[in-house]
């Protein structure tokens, strides 16, 4: 009997209407345009706007188009996984409101928050129950609405960040495609680097704390850049090599989409060239989750069945790592 593997059958984004300029950034804190495109290759980023507007409503839309694209039947979903740090609320998982929403209403959900690297460990988790023979038709969502958690008087963090969704279809598949390997990985040493104080369970909101700006994002850009290009480069490798290739082997390198020198320094460190590494980061920014899964929607009419294809990713706290994917249409 042949293996069986998870492979993405279809996978679609969503990101809102408005388009948040370097130009307007400029009126709200000390930058420019030329700074901001040097420095982090972001020309724009989309928001979400709009009362009781959570991550939700991008998810929702990404998944509506992705079962559309896929002509498959919301009752034949059996799982839901949303990466995500941003959820509608504390309680409810955006998945559950996802599924919800679009009438998948025969699956179970839950959300993963892994920062940046949320994606690829959904993914992965996903993947396993396709591979274990217990699902056949499962989701995965990577969403983020990063404006609700942005301080925008603070130039570090508020020419990154935007808010954008990306899903994928995972299916079962005994062809040699699909989900091939994963290198995922987790240090706390990193957790003071890049963290929201205010909101969790050790430090639950209060007035002085969001008269403090605590509920936002905090980021110390260098120490970060530095563990984001090695964590990366270091994973892609691993990946490359335990599975006996070579970077000539590998068809599309999808890096999360942090910044444009991380993206560039992490091809140079894995000696990978740029022409094969996907970016739209100038379009959307930073959507955290959303980052990869768009790649894939916006690269999607370039990639042919058999492609080998490298995620990575690093996140606060810190998270990183790398998933091997043989692209399956």
């Known amino acids: 009997m ?25 009126s709200m804190v000390d930058t420019n345009d030329e700074w901001i495109v040097s420095r982090t290759g972001i020309k724009e980023r989309r928001i979400l706007k709009g009362e009781g507007q959570g991550t939700s409503v991008m998810g929702i839309e990404a998944v509506k188009l992705l079962l559309e694209k ?31 929403a679009t009438g998948c209403d025969n699956s179970f959900t839950y959300d993963i928050n892994a920062a940046c ?28 609405k990063m404006s609700s958690i942005i301080n925008y008087e603070d130039r570090a963090t508020c020419i990154i ?27 706390a040493s990193g957790a003071d680097n890049l963290f929201i104080k205010a909101g969790g369970s050790a430090y639950p909101i209060t007035v002085d704390q969001v008269m403090a700006r605590e509920q936002y994002v905090v980021q110390i850009g260098r120490p970060v850049f530095k563990a984001a290009v090695s964590n990366m480069s270091d994973a ?30 992490v091809a140079k460190m894995s000696d990978y060239p740029m022409e094969r590494v996907m970016m739209n980061i100038e379009k959307y920014g930073n ?43």
């Open 2 to 26: 042949s293996k069986v593997s998870a492979a993405i059958t279809g996978v679609a984004g969503y990101v809102p209407d408005y388009v948040l300029t370097n130009k307007e950034l400029e």
């Open 70 to 100: 896929t002509n498959t039947d919301p009752s034949e979903i059996e799982l839901i996984i949303c990466a995500t740090v941003t959820p509608d609320t504390r309680i409810v998982d955006t998945a559950n409101l996802i599924a919800k």
């Open 117 to 144: 690297s949320g994606f690829l460990f959904a993914l992965t988790t996903g993947a396993k129950f396709v591979e274990s023979g217990t699902h056949k038709k499962v989701i995965i969502v990577g969403a983020d």
């Open 161 to 187: 960040f935007g808010d954008g969704a990306g899903a994928v279809l995972l299916e079962p598949t005994e062809e040699a495609v699909g989900f091939q390997d994963a290198y995922l990985k987790s240090d």
């Open 236 to 265: 892609v490798k691993r990946v490359i090599s335990r599975n006996n290739m070579t970077v000539d082997d590998v068809n599309w390198l999808v890096p999360h989409q942090a910044n444009r020198r991380i993206i560039e320094t």
């Open 287 to 329: 959507t955290t989750a959303g980052t990869i899964p768009l790649c894939l929607f916006d690269y999607e009419n370039q990639l042919k069945k058999g492609d080998n294809v490298i995620l990575t990713a690093f996140g606060g706290g810190y998270t990183w790592g790398a998933i091997y994917l043989k692209w399956a249409y």
